[in-house]
């Protein structure tokens, strides 16, 4: 199962700026998590 954990660094994203995905319309970032799948940090 994924671990959930605060990432401290991110792309230019920040939790409650809106995003828009092309073909799903418009979000909003709720919260920035690093996952942990298979061994990998995502």
Do not use: C, D, N, W
């Not at 073909?23 to 799948?37: D, K, L, P, T």
């Amino acid at each position: 199962m994924s671990t959930k954990k605060s990432a401290q660094i991110r792309l230019g994203f920040k939790t409650g700026e809106h995003i828009v995905y092309p073909s799903h319309g418009v979000g909003r970032i709720m919260a920035i998590e690093e996952q942990e799948v298979a061994g990998f940090k995502l």
